[in-house]
């Protein structure tokens, strides 16, 4: 026995550290190697072809924003805004001013846009979402609410349903469509949030109740679509603050602003308000002229047309106005605001100061006379 544990002792120690190496022990093993098994074929074609059946979009694909998108897309337009000029012959040669966009709010050709789209416009050519380019013309404008509105001689044609800007919430998603940099990014969508309501801008002698957003308003989308959620138009994008380090600031026109003045226009041709007649200064324009207005409240009446409604109420030269139907008027756009709140033919209460006297007049405010 001893001699065969002697003979069987190699074959021991080889079996040990063959375990202990993670290799095996083929029983009859001569000394001979091992042959090597034959490679397998593992090359495979991967199948990049598979798409969903029907080249279906899921419901998760197709969120409000989505349809929002879908239903008012269609009604934006480009609008080019061309005019004559001369060329290095000293030849009137038509050339492009600029490219803004604009929103069909009537099937029957009706387009509001903003007043500095089509400004100066001797020719407008609107393109259409479908890919039509017609000609368009402007049918009247208020430079003062920076709104416009274009007449194109088509039918049938896909229009936003306007909705109700007063029920907006802060915070409620919104997105702008329009033409940013130009047609040739027409119809971009940019989906964002209403940032606030009620925002006071003055431009010139009016203020502005605008809406806020941070939806990526650009050069181009000024005139285009403010849609809610629920894929109703609720503005007219109009401006952004651009100034350097100055991001996701963007205002829009109230559409229960716009509504009044958009028909108006499709009318009348033009706005009509009510008006007082007079001319006035508060301390910042009329340091503009270099006068020092020495009042604390109130603006100062430099000018009272004789025709005007205020001059047959008593309103005069030197008078002080503080207040019209209750309303504040500090500054030039707190009057010009509290008078184009009142419909025409409306009395109006006026509290005036005169030689340091306080007293109430009743004005009947009439039309504004169109300038000739």
């Not at 492009?96 to 903003?114: C, F, H, L």
């Not at 679509?225 to 600031?249: H, P, Q, R």
Request: proline letters at 5%; a neutral charge; charged letters at 20%.
């Amino acid at each position: 026995m001893r001699a065969a544990y002697k003979k069987l002792t190699p074959y021991i120690v080889v079996l040990i550290i063959g375990t202990l190496l993670g290799g095996g022990i083929v029983a009859g093993y001569s000394g001979k190697q091992l042959a090597k098994p034959e490679p397998q074929n593992m090359s495979f074609v991967p199948n990049l072809q598979q798409t969903a059946p029907n080249g279906a979009i899921s419901h998760a694909r197709t969120p409000p924003l989505v349809r929002a998108a879908q239903a008012v897309g269609p009604a934006v337009v480009g609008i080019t805004n061309k005019a004559y000029a001369r060329d290095y012959f000293n030849r009137k040669v038509l050339v492009e001013q600029g490219t803004g966009s604009g929103v069909i709010v009537d099937s029957n050709g009706y387009i509001a846009t903003n007043y500095h789209v089509v400004e100066n416009a001797q020719e407008i050519v609107v393109s259409l979402s479908d890919g039509r380019t017609i000609p368009g013309k402007v049918l009247g404008t208020d430079p003062a609410t920076d709104l416009a509105v274009v007449k194109v001689e088509t039918t049938g044609l896909p229009a936003a349903t306007l909705g109700d800007s007063d029920s907006l919430v802060v915070g409620e998603p919104a997105i702008a469509i329009g033409n940013p940099l130009g047609l040739e990014f027409k119809g971009s969508v940019t989906a964002g949030v209403i940032s606030a309501l009620n925002r006071s801008i003055e431009i010139g002698e009016r203020r502005f109740k605008l809406i806020q957003t941070d939806a990526a308003i650009n050069p181009g989308n000024s005139g285009g679509a403010l849609v809610n959620a629920d894929g109703v138009l609720v503005g007219i994008n109009s401006a952004k603050i651009a100034v350097a380090g100055v991001e996701g600031i963007g205002f829009s026109i109230p559409i229960n602003t716009a509504r009044p003045i958009i028909q108006s226009i499709i009318e009348k041709g033009r706005v009509v308000r009510a008006y007082l007649g007079v001319g006035i200064l508060d301390k910042a324009s009329a340091a503009k002229y270099g006068y020092d207005l020495n009042i604390d409240r109130g603006v100062y009446v430099a000018q009272s047309s004789q025709d005007g409604p205020a001059y047959k109420a008593g309103i005069r030269e030197g008078d002080i106005i503080y207040t019209i139907n209750g309303i504040e008027t500090n500054s030039v756009a707190d009057l010009r605001s509290a008078v184009d709140s009142q419909p025409i033919g409306s009395k109006a209460e006026v509290v005036i100061g005169r030689n340091g006297k306080n007293q109430t007049v009743t004005v009947s405010l009439e039309e504004m006379p169109v300038k000739q």
